[in-house]
T-cell receptor, first 113, second 114 residues
């Protein structure tokens, strides 16, 4: 029972490099989310996808793009990484039960130097 | 707009002592409320959740939370803290629509001393 799987777990980038963070869920959830976590800031929403084929901006979308490849996968792309994007990134998915909780991946720790 | 305030950034308690972590929310309707725990280097794990019914909710690991509508609060409690409870705790609020993202507080870091 994998739940939400993120790859990679760790990454170091140089300023200006690009990369894609991958996320997949096996719970047949419609909604998926990307958050970033910074010390003292809690979790801030970058982008989300309410269903396959749709994406919406969250609180801090600048510098990021997303793709909802299919129902299972939701990727986050940094086109030109900046030191301000050094953070821990979490992918989550949410079902539609009576009280729809979010399930989180283990996170990707990204450092931009 | 929804918002969550966790007034305490860091709390230190002795092992065996009781614990209360505060959470206040702002939301126009009846919210879904959640508490998550994050151990160092890990993802977030759900402790408990609430939408309606009994205002005292039981969760995993011996935690409970009480919903108080008049105070817009959803405080997390544990009668006796164990060293393994040291972690960061996040309160979150969600809307009735299943697609709406959860909004998180900034978190409270719990340290447990012997």
């Amino acid at each position: 029972n994998a739940g939400v799987t993120q790859t990679p777990k760790f990454q170091v980038l140089k300023t200006g490099q690009s990369m894609t963070l991958q996320c997949a869920q096996d719970m047949n959830h419609n909604s998926m989310y990307w958050y970033r976590q910074d010390p003292g800031m809690g979790l801030r929403l970058i982008y989300y996808s309410a269903s396959e084929g749709t994406t919406d901006k969250g609180e801090v979308p600048n510098g990021y793009n997303v793709s909802r490849l299919n129902k299972r996968e939701f990727s986050l792309r940094l086109e030109s990484a900046a030191p301000s994007q050094t953070s821990v990134y979490f992918c989550a998915s949410k079902g539609t039960g009576i009280i729809p909780e979010a399930f989180f991946g283990q996170g990707t720790r990204l450092t931009v130097v | 707009a929804q918002s969550v305030t966790q007034p305490d950034i860091h709390i230190t308690v002795s092992e065996g002592a009781s614990l209360e972590l505060r959470c206040n929310y702002s939301y126009g309707a009846t919210p879904y409320l959640f508490w998550y725990v994050q151990s160092p280097g890990q993802g977030l794990q759900l402790l408990l959740k609430y939408f309606s019914g009994d205002t005292l909710v039981q969760g995993i690991k011996g935690f409970e939370a009480e919903f108080k509508r008049s105070q817009s609060s959803f405080n997390l409690r544990k009668p006796s803290v164990h060293w393994s409870d040291a972690a960061e705790y996040f309160c979150a609020v969600g809307a009735f629509s299943g697609n709406t993202p959860l909004v998180f507080g900034k978190g409270t870091r719990l340290s447990v001393i012997a």
